[in-house]
């Protein structure tokens, strides 16, 4: 059984226009040997579906800094249900204060990664939790 | 022998000047005070814009803050003025700032969480009420809808009985920016420019007193820029506003003094000071010789350097209070006219009203208790804040330069050559960070496992929302709605044209159109932005 490379698809949703962090984080995993594809700002949560669709990946990446993290979360997860998209890995990282970690993991957020995670950690977990 | 070592090991500054273990005469020889430093108050300004700086009048303190409703808001703002707060910063929701109205779909979870929600005059009026706007300066941090947002608050003026020319305060409105770091644009970068300079002509020619755009290397160095880019990229704005505003056939010596600046601290102490006073040198020089300005009040590069977010952590955030006060007096040490500080649990929320009263409190121990107003430019004539200060002044100039020849920022952040130059700055910063080699206390070293976080959250207030889409609905029904469409129509014709936009925006806000109406029309004619993703 070969190994494929991990496709990822990062998303910037809603509003938020911060994306320094988001950027960091695309080098980041391409660095790491991941094949990484950027929403660009400003989407909605049926474009970021769209695009998970359209390019096959296996991890979808939110990133959000505006406080607006379990709305826009909770969005997508009812998303993937509707569209049957199980076997994607979800993560979220952003502006997130640690009592809204158990909210999204209870979503179905598969990690959430805080403002200040460690590269190792981000890699590491996508690298290990993708089937 | 470990010792030696020790002492030859490279310093190298975030702009990479290589630091020496000591300063001398020998560094600044070739600086001639007389042309190159001079007075303060005196051409090129290197010391400061005024001859007595902080001893005539202290820098104006103005904190950033709204959220929720304008009502809401407008309490926060009393509490301020009340403790001594000099201006106001107006922070707005993220629909507000991408021109969609509170009942919008798009804006669904957004609306009141940033800052406040403005669909009509009518939350503007409320933002005001009772706080009489030709006695504070109030500084409206919006970009993409600043000329409507610009536009309600002359009516409101107008309300409260005051001609346009004792409007004092300043719009952020600057578009280009926001394509590099902060990201609320909407239209396309031409008809973006062309909003930016129809708000430049009109307030020059109506509204004197006030500051149309303040060009923000803030948020391009909060982006990842080093402090040359930062100065060098807001430059380049700067100047490609003021080209435009040009070829109207406005004279330099009539606004560029009313173009200012807001600018970012946080790094190295040092490197931050000399910054400032070298971006002013060259400001002046650019100002002088290439617009030929003969105003002395055209060339003074005006102001607000605030304390950085970028510098805050969220580990041990009590830390954070500390590292304002070092930020507020590097401000201080730099001769900036207006202080803003980013609050310790900024990393977290929007700011408590406690902690926004300990940075005001900050910014007055500074000024009341610490001599920092005593005399002009204390720093000045240090052989290391000289020598630094020249040092920048070139670095900032060869990298302006470099983004000139290679076809100018418009093009360039149109391409996203620059968000990517920004972006890859970051990325390094962040792995030198996660590697200690840049220290950063409390994250990466001297870090408290399992931390109790004690910061408390700011609430998102749902009944708030719904109150604002209420009020909002009820001025739908009430307003004239034949005036709405016909203010509506008049805009999308003139936006077809050359003219400016500026007295027909005016008449749409003054009839409750909503921002989300007028926005858009103008994206009717306009289009939309399309991000170059470049990783």
């Not at chain 2, 273990?21 to 005024?50: A, C, L, M």
């Not at chain 2, 300043?170 to 644009?185: M, S």
């Not at chain 2, 304002?324 to 006219?337: D, M, R, V």
Request: contains cysteine; charged residues 25%; hydrophobic residues 40%.
């Amino acid at each position: 059984m070969s190994k494929k490379t991990i496709r990822i698809l990062i998303a910037k949703p809603g509003l938020d226009g911060h994306d320094r962090g988001v950027k960091v984080v695309a080098q980041l995993l391409r660095d790491a040997g991941m094949e990484v594809i950027y929403t660009g700002l400003h989407q909605t949560v049926d474009q970021i579906l769209k695009t998970a669709i359209q390019e096959d990946v296996n991890v979808i990446g939110l990133s959000i800094l505006s406080g607006a993290h379990i709305p826009i979360t909770e969005k997508l997860m009812k998303g993937l249900k509707t569209n049957a998209m199980n076997d994607i890995l979800i993560v979220v990282g952003g502006n997130i204060p640690k009592g809204d970690i158990d909210s999204l993991e209870s979503l179905g957020v598969n990690g959430v990664f805080p403002t200040g995670s460690k590269f190792e950690e981000i890699v590491d977990f996508i690298k290990t939790n993708v089937g | 022998m470990k010792n030696t070592q020790q002492k030859e090991k490279d310093v190298v500054l975030e702009s990479g000047i290589k630091v020496k273990p000591v300063y001398s005469p020998e560094d600044v020889k070739d600086i001639d005070y007389s042309k190159i430093i001079q007075n303060p108050g005196e051409y090129p300004y290197t010391r400061g814009i005024h001859p007595y700086m902080y001893r005539a009048r202290p820098w104006t303190m103005r904190q950033y803050s709204g959220f929720a409703t304008a009502k809401e808001t407008n309490k926060r703002f009393k509490y301020l003025i009340e403790q001594g707060q000099t201006g106001l910063n107006v922070a707005f929701d993220l629909p507000t700032q991408m021109g969609l109205d509170s009942d919008d779909p798009q804006a669904e979870g957004e609306v009141g969480r940033v800052g406040m929600a403005v669909d009509t005059l009518k939350d503007m009026e409320y933002a005001f009420e009772g706080i009489p706007i030709d006695k504070i300066s109030t500084s409206l941090t919006i970009n993409s809808t600043a000329a409507i947002l610009l536009a309600m608050y002359i009516v409101v003026a107008e309300k409260q009985g005051l001609s346009p020319d004792k409007i004092r305060g300043t719009a952020q409105n600057d578009i280009l920016k926001e394509y590099i770091g902060r990201g609320t644009w909407i239209f396309p970068v031409e008809p973006s420019l062309r909003l930016i300079t129809d708000t430049i002509e009109y307030c020059s020619k109506n509204i004197p007193k006030y500051y149309p755009v303040s060009v923000c290397g803030y948020h391009i160095r909060e982006s990842g820029a080093n402090p040359v880019q930062e100065i060098a990229y807001a430059y380049l704005i700067a100047k490609a506003y003021i080209q435009r505003v040009l070829a109207r056939g406005i004279d330099a010596n009539d606004f560029i003094a009313r173009i200012s600046f807001n600018f970012d601290i946080h790094g190295n102490f040092f490197e931050q000071i000399a910054k400032f006073r070298a971006a002013r040198r060259l400001w002046a020089k650019i100002v002088k010789d290439e617009f030929n300005a003969t105003n002395p009040k055209a060339m003074m590069m005006k102001m607000i350097a605030g304390g950085g977010g970028g510098g805050l952590t969220i580990e041990q955030p009590e830390n954070n209070i500390v590292r304002g006060a070092y930020y507020a007096l590097i401000s201080a040490l730099s001769g900036t006219q207006t202080m803003a500080l980013c609050s310790y649990d900024e990393a977290y929320t929007i700011p408590s009203e406690k902690a926004a009263l300990i940075s005001l409190r900050t910014m007055q121990i500074l000024i009341e208790e610490m001599g920092l107003c005593d005399t002009a430019d204390p720093l000045g004539g240090s052989y290391y804040i000289e020598a630094l200060t020249d040092q920048l002044e070139n670095k900032i100039e060869n990298c302006m330069k470099q983004v000139e020849k290679r076809g100018g920022i418009v093009s360039a952040i149109s391409k996203g050559e620059i968000q990517r130059e920004v972006s890859k700055q970051a990325y390094l910063y962040e792995k030198m960070i996660q590697s200690g080699e840049l220290v950063k206390v409390g994250v990466n070293k001297y870090r408290i496992e399992e931390e109790e976080r004690k910061i408390k959250i700011h609430e998102h207030n749902p009944a708030l929302v719904k109150q604002q889409i209420k009020t909002l609905d009820k001025i739908k029904k009430t307003r004239d709605n034949k005036k709405v469409k016909d203010s509506l129509d008049k805009l999308r014709d003139m936006a077809k044209t050359e003219e400016n936009l500026m007295p027909y925006i005016i008449e749409c806000v003054r009839v409750y159109t909503t921002v989300g109406e007028i926005t858009k029309v103008l994206k009717e004619i306009f289009g939309e932005f399309k991000e170059p993703v470049i990783i």
